[in-house]
């Protein structure tokens, strides 16, 4: 039956099959999915049954190319611009920390315990930096979770991403620079190395983002933007082959344009393959586990499992002293490093890039054995952290749509300060426009349309609220932005008491009877209930307000719109 095995197209069935019930099997026992198809992936290679072997993986090499640029292009496209404004402060701390701590546990744990030469802690070290896309992305999109948390994760993945790329290209060149002093590599390629391939990814990238957005913007039809979709990630991972830049890296940049230039065209992209995404991912996460080779565990085993705590414990603190400094909400500080420990995907590529090269005498094939241990065994243990941090975050299974759904961090402003009424309705008119990029909206007809309602009858409904808002033709849905000011603005109340939260909503005429039901559910909620009052209208920044808004507390206002169909 061994020949049954050799025939990619059954291997690729078979694969296929497996992993899905393996997955199932997982989600039965209240596990990751991505954690049983490893393990299948374990039981069917040379470890266990034997039934396919490194040459299995070999031959599937184009579909694993394929599974991996689908990923990084679904984690690109989390590189929005102006959603990650507000974030710009939390990701670039977690971004340092990230490339200084684990690098640094890791290395001091291959030298100082493990006995490694310092070529091997470098190079280990530098893939400590990256998290697993493809795991991240499955395992957010099985426990249908979302938020601040969520968006937070998925960019700082994508960052990670692109800076363990660079940091390994430093290391690399640093090794190779050492081991043939005379082969005509300088110092200066240490640097120059890593920043030709961000240039070189990012040009292939974004010429392929581009060219992709441009030639669909009049295609509307599923199955053309889907076949474009396939032809462009198809052109990107080819032209960075022939370019000989990371695939990865440039899938990252290509999903990183279209989500900037084609914000509104969801359609194009990884979501195009939507339908077939999870059999892809099935067969990914299934040849990754038979990557691990059980037997040479008794060699690298140790030394494996002191990287693997080094890593989580840079991780883990990585996500502490970021978000500590970046005065994030609690709910990041204390979940986001767990989060993070899942390594695969690049982790792989890079370590392939080792095997195949001539440093193997210098560093010795204990690098290679100890690199994907290392990679496999935190593809096991990572999913259950992650999906650990996420139910701790309290952004799983908050992907249905509710009540008060439009107002994100991006639509939330602090610290607000104006004299009038008219100032903050222009001032916050312009944020609606700007977050919610309505470049075909009349600016000055909606700021008319909002006042003209104010002066008929005001909004400030007292208890520190304010809620200005108009029907608007031209609008596409029900859109709003929050301004919140600790001090108080000193408009005419009802009450006398200053005004702490501003709520402007806009809304197509369609829609009113949903307009009105989110100012009633403001209106009860801010209104009357002093606990949130307390930490809404104190709030330090977007993040915070977000996170009251979106926190369990908040559900009785802010409710699901639809019962869970899990």
């Known amino acids: ?12 069935a078979i694969l296929t099959a497996c992993g899905m019930l393996g997955g199932e099997a997982a989600k039965r026992l209240h596990l990751p999915t991505v954690t049983g198809q490893i393990l299948a992936g374990v039981l069917l290679g040379p470890s266990v049954l034997n039934l396919f072997g490194h040459h299995t993986v070999e031959v599937m090499s184009p579909i694993l190319d394929f599974a991996l640029g689908l990923i990084a292009l679904a984690v690109g496209s989390h590189l929005h611009i102006y959603r990650l404004e507000n974030a710009l402060r939390r990701l670039g701390w977690l971004l340092f920390f990230e490339m200084t701590l684990p690098p640094l546990l890791v290395y001091a744990a291959v030298r100082l315990v493990g006995g490694g030469n310092w070529a091997f802690g470098l190079l280990l070290a530098a893939l400590a930096v990256s998290t697993a896309p493809g795991t991240i992305v499955t395992i957010v999109k099985e426990t249908r979770s979302r938020g601040l948390f969520v968006s937070t994760l998925m960019a700082a993945v994508a960052l990670n991403n692109i800076a363990c790329i660079m940091l390994f290209e430093m290391a690399f060149t640093t090794v190779r ?7 005509g590599l300088g110092l200066g390629s240490i640097f120059y190395a890593p920043l030709q391939e961000l240039i070189g990814a990012l040009g292939v990238g974004g010429a ?3 060219v992709m957005a ?5 295609v509307f039809q599923p199955e053309k933007l889907a076949t474009a979709s396939l032809i462009g990630l198809l052109l990107a991972l ?3 082959d022939i370019v000989h830049v990371s695939p990865l890296l440039t899938c990252l940049f290509m999903g990183a344009t279209l989500a900037n230039i084609a914000h509104d065209k969801e359609e194009i992209g990884h979501r195009a393959f939507a339908s077939f ?3 892809i991912l099935a067969i990914f996460f299934t040849l990754a586990g038979m990557e691990l080779d059980l037997p040479s565990l008794k060699i690298a085993g140790p030394l494996a499992l002191m990287v693997i705590l080094a890593r989580m414990a840079g991780k883990i603190g990585a996500g502490w002293l970021a ?3 970046a005065k994030a909400p609690v709910s990041l500080r204390n979940n986001l490093g767990m989060a993070l420990v899942p390594q695969a995907g690049v982790a792989v590529g890079l370590l392939l890039k080792v095997r195949e090269s001539a440093l193997m005498d210098t560093i010795g094939h204990t690098f290679i054995v100890v690199g994907v241990a290392t990679v496999a065994l935190n593809e096991i243990i990572g999913p259950l952290t992650t999906r ?3 139910k701790r975050s309290g952004d799983l299974g908050k992907d249905r749509p509710r009540l008060i759904d439009f107002i994100h961090e991006p639509n939330i402003v602090t610290g607000f300060k104006v004299d009038t009424k008219e100032e903050a309705i222009g001032q916050l008119v312009d944020l609606l426009m700007r977050s919610h990029r309505l470049t075909e909206v009349d600016r000055d007809a909606l700021v008319s349309d909002i006042l003209q309602r104010e002066q008929a009858m005001s909004t400030c409904v007292g208890r520190g609220m304010f809620l200005p808002h108009a029907e608007f033709e031209g609008i596409p849905k029900l859109l709003g932005v929050m301004a919140i000011s600790g001090e108080g603005l000193p408009f005419e109340t009802p009450d006398g008491l200053p005004v702490h939260c501003i709520t402007l909503l806009v809304v197509p005429p369609e829609q009113k009877q949903r307009h009105l039901e989110v100012l009633a559910a403001l209106a009860r909620s801010v209104g009357s209930d002093p606990a949130i009052q307390l930490q809404l209208f104190h709030a330090s920044s977007p993040a915070h307000v977000h996170e009251v808004l979106h926190a369990e507390e908040f559900e009785d206002y802010n409710y699901f719109l639809e019962e869970d169909p899990v």
């Open 177 to 183: 620079v050492a081991a043939e002093p005379g082969g």
């Open 323 to 325: 978000m500590k400094v």
């Open 388 to 390: 650990w941090a996420l």
């Open 277 to 279: 995404e999870p059999a």
């Open 1 to 12: 039956m061994a020949h049954l095995f050799e025939n990619s197209l059954f291997a690729l």
């Open 214 to 218: 441009f030639s669909t913007r009049h």
């Open 208 to 210: 392929a983002g581009v």
């Open 238 to 240: 080819g032209l960075a």
